[in-house]
Nanobody, 124 residues
Framework: QLQLVESGGGSVQAGGSLRLSCAAS????????MGWFRQVPGKEREGVAV????????YSADSVKGRFTISRDNTKNTLSLQMNSLRPEDTGVYYC?????????????????WGQGTQVTVSS
């Protein structure tokens, strides 16, 4: 089993930055492609970005390209999402999740393990 715990969420003004982290335990994170999703009440969970097992390949949603960067440190069993130039529409609960490999577009059912989520609120 793999346990994932997100941190780094909070409230920020539009144009600001946040860095989300996901700490993994119980297994070796290098086995998995890792992704970030976000969800707003009343809407489907949206794939934000995904990174391959070794970090060599990344994909991100058009809505965040040029603003968000996904990265991983397999030696520390961690995943990160650097979020710059934040917009109010980026508000939501952000989840990290693990899959067997990178697939695009991101689909929830491809991800076996999920964190509890961390709230990001961007004010205008």
């Amino acid at each position: 089993q793999l346990q994932l715990v997100e941190s780094g969420g909070g409230s920020v003004q539009a144009g600001g930055s946040l860095r989300l982290s996901c700490a993994a335990s119980g297994n070796t994170v290098s086995r998995y492609a890792m992704g970030w999703f976000r969800q707003v009440p009343g809407k489907e969970r949206e794939g934000v970005a995904v990174i391959s097992t070794d970090g060599g390949h990344t994909y991100s949603a058009d809505s965040v390209k040029g603003r968000f960067t996904i990265s991983r440190d397999n030696t520390k069993n961690t995943l990160s999402l650097q979020m710059n130039s934040l917009r109010p529409e980026d508000t939501g609960v952000y989840y990290c999740a693990a899959a067997s490999r990178v697939m695009w577009p991101m689909r929830q059912y491809d991800y076996y393990y999920w964190g509890q989520g961390t709230q990001v609120t961007v004010s205008s």
